[in-house]
């Protein structure tokens, strides 16, 4: 006789824990999408009112130069959910509606590790790690999935979109189109509805909740009760009900009795779309944004809780990334990690604070495999590179971006402490430091390769490729 999935997994957890507290703890990972370092009241926003988040960083730990691995959707999402660099697995930049590419089968996701552990698994937002129905978050250990495919501003009537660019936008349940073109207004309350009504089902054994929120990505949209609000105009009132979902969760964890013995996690993945202007976020003290290294591009707010295990009301300035989530997870709960090699870290002494950790030396990519800078410890190295940059203008106004300045970055090497917002390069007075971080340029290129500088690494996989 076979039975249902849900009741397996509820007998199976009904022979091993005796109380809640034998349980491995519930995981919840809500990742914005473009939301800014300065964005929130924990990280200084004064125009944006955010209660539930503020509090949830009053009861855990801010965890204030967290990185993503990449400045764009795509990339920072494979890197989350698998713990590589994305360039490792073959993901690069953002991925368009139809993309003949996407997360290989072969490589194993958070859910996938979860799931093995015996956890239920749920997703609703963005996935954005291919559109073809092979891609999607049920072949890749979700049980559950309400969202979108890719990016909200990918679709036909977006204002800088040219005529026949895009298809009308799918909200995807499990792996079935149930709309075309919903209305976006809508579209956080239906993603909080929905992530409740997991942890509502999913009470009684553990659970995975993976909350990847189209917002406050342009085009902005938020529900007609939520509008004019906000002292920051619309993205303001965008951010304020994200806040808003953040705390209907927390409080269904809270009715359920789950509270302490979740871990939350909440993120985004990559800072602010600065050329939206009056539509983007703010990356508070540092330089730039959305695709660039950065740190307004890479580095992003973060807030973790889990009571009794992530102390509470602490801020922690030691460097972490999304990569470093997987294989610390896993290690907390008795998971295996996966066959194929990550690039993550078991952070956990830093997360509760028990010691330093392990160190680390952090590759950033962008674009189609471009090593464009490292961090260790305080220092950051700037590799020569073109990008976009507004140096410093507001950016565009409702709706429509503003054109970047295309330039070229030579060598920069920066002291993060002394100087955060990246404006006094030191490498002539730091000859041993350029040379320490030129020798992990290396290693990043003999491993994962650079564009730039013409290399293959000898590490990099493929990724999945659509039947044609």
């Known amino acids: 006789m076979r039975y249902p999935a849900a009741l397996l997994l509820t007998l199976l957890w009904a022979v091993v824990r005796s109380s809640a507290a034998d349980r491995p703890p519930n995981i919840v990972v809500v990742f914005f999408d473009d939301l800014g370092w300065g964005d929130l009241g924990a990280f200084g926003a004064s125009r944006i009112r955010t209660p539930h988040l503020d509090r949830l960083a009053a009861q855990g730990t801010r965890f204030t130069s967290f990185y993503v691995a990449q400045p764009v959707c795509s990339a920072s999402r494979a890197a989350l959910l698998t713990g590589c660099y994305a360039n490792r697995i073959g993901i690069h930049g953002a991925l368009f509606p139809g993309a003949p590419t996407g997360l290989h089968a072969g490589e194993t996701t958070l859910s996938e590790v979860l799931r093995a552990r015996g956890y239920a698994t749920g997703m609703v937002g963005k996935w954005h790690l291919g559109s073809q129905p092979q891609f999607l978050p049920v072949r890749h250990g979700f049980d559950d999935y309400l969202g979108l495919p890719y990016s909200n501003d990918m679709w036909p009537s977006h204002p800088t979109a040219k005529p026949g660019s895009y298809p009308p936008l799918p909200l995807i349940d499990w792996d079935r189109v149930v709309e075309t073109q919903p209305d976006q207004r809508f579209l956080t309350e239906r993603y909080t509805r929905r992530a409740v009504d997991f942890i509502d089902r999913h009470r009684d054994f553990p659970f995975f909740l993976y909350v990847a929120h189209s917002m406050p990505h342009v085009p ?9 609000r906000s002292a920051a105009g619309v993205y303001g009132d965008v951010v304020e009900e994200l806040d808003e979902s953040v705390g209907v969760l927390l409080e269904a964890l809270r009715r359920n009795g789950l509270e302490d013995n979740t871990w939350v996690v909440v993120t985004s993945d990559n800072g602010p779309w600065l050329s939206y202007g009056n539509h983007a976020g703010s990356a508070g003290p540092f330089r730039e944004g959305k695709g660039t290294v950065y740190e307004g591009g890479i580095r992003v707010p ?14 922690c300035d030691a460097p972490l990334m999304t990569i470093d989530l997987l294989p610390t997870i896993a290690r907390q709960v008795g998971a295996s990690l996966p066959e194929k090699r990550i690039d993550g870290h078991d952070v956990w002494p830093v997360l509760n604070g028990t010691g330093p950790g392990p160190e680390r030396t952090y590759w950033f990519y962008y674009l189609q495999n471009q090593l464009q800078a490292v961090r260790q410890g ?8 073109a990008v976009g940059v507004l140096e410093g203008r507001p950016g565009g106004k409702d709706g429509r971006p503003e ?8 060598l920069a090497l920066y002291d993060l402490e002394s100087d955060p917002g990246e404006t006094r390069n030191r490498s002539d007075r730091n000859p041993r430091v350029l040379r320490r971080l030129l020798r992990e340029v290396e290693l990043a290129r003999q491993e994962l390769g650079d564009s730039l500088a013409g290399r293959s690494g000898f590490g990099t996989r493929e990724p999945g490729r659509a039947e044609p």
């Open 220 to 228: 902005l949209h938020v529900s007609r009760r939520r509008q004019n």
């Open 378 to 385: 305080r220092w950051k190295l700037i590799l020569p590179h």
């Open 403 to 410: 054109a970047y300045t295309q330039t070229r970055m030579g």
């Open 302 to 315: 973060c807030i973790m809780r889990w009571p009794g295990h992530i102390p509470a009301g602490r801020s």
